[in-house]
């Protein structure tokens, strides 16, 4: 049943629209339930960086859930949520996620429209200023100070 609307899907004229523009700036209206998961999952056989906005957050996450179980391939799926850069722990998983997404040749990106407001690095300023401790390894405290300083970070007291 599913391999016959994948095909259905595949065959349809706004389908074919999506694959003859290369799947670049596309919005689409009126899908409903998991169709939308399943237009996302079938573009990304034709268009592997695919980027997917809504302001419903469980939305996206039962899209994760859908692109998940259709493609097989939980790796394939990233959810980025808002972050405050005030806080540490939260910016981690922003770092994890951006790295991904600069080595990755594919992925499809989940996240809100307000999350894309925020100004972020560029991927070669990211990639130039990764700094990289290894253990067993020796590191002078200065040394790793003052690469933060140039990096611009700020000390602040941990409440």
Same mark, same amino acid.
């Given at each position: 049943?599913?391999?016959?609307?994948?095909?259905?899907?595949?065959?349809?004229?706004?389908?074919?629209?999506?694959?003859?523009?290369?799947?670049?700036?596309?919005?689409?209206?009126?899908?409903?339930?998991?169709?939308?998961?399943?237009?996302?999952?079938?573009?990304?056989?034709?268009?592997?960086?695919?980027?997917?906005?809504?302001?419903?957050?469980?939305?996206?996450?039962?899209? !994760?859930?859908? *692109?998940? $179980?259709?493609? %097989?391939?939980?790796? +394939?799926?990233?959810? #980025?949520?808002?972050?405050?850069? &005030?806080?540490?722990?939260?910016?981690?998983?922003?770092?994890?996620?951006?790295?991904?997404?600069?080595?990755?040749?594919?992925?499809?990106?989940?996240?809100?429209?307000?999350?894309?407001?925020?100004?972020?690095?560029?991927?070669?300023?990211?990639? !130039?200023?990764? *700094?990289? $401790?290894?253990? %067993?390894?020796?590191? +002078?405290?200065?040394? #790793?100070?003052?690469?933060?300083? &140039?990096?611009?970070?700020?000390?602040?007291?941990?409440?």
């Amino acid at each position: 049943m599913l391999k016959e609307l994948i095909n259905r899907l595949y065959h349809s004229k706004n389908f074919k629209e999506i694959v003859s523009n290369k799947g670049v700036n596309l919005f689409f209206t009126g899908l409903r339930g998991s169709l939308s998961s399943l237009v996302i999952a079938c573009a990304y056989k034709n268009q592997t960086k695919i980027v997917y906005t809504s302001s419903d957050t469980a939305k996206l996450f039962k899209i !994760k859930d859908d *692109i998940n $179980l259709i493609l %097989g391939n939980e790796s +394939t799926v990233i959810y #980025l949520d808002e972050f405050d850069e &005030e806080y540490e722990s939260e910016i981690t998983p922003l770092s994890t996620i951006l790295k991904k997404l600069s080595a990755d040749n594919e992925f499809i990106l989940l996240t809100t429209p307000k999350t894309l407001e925020k100004p972020i690095i560029s991927e070669e300023l990211f990639k !130039k200023n990764i *700094i990289s $401790l290894k253990k %067993g390894e020796d590191y +002078t405290f200065e040394n #790793l100070i003052q690469n933060l300083l &140039e990096f611009k970070f700020t000390k602040k007291k941990i409440k």
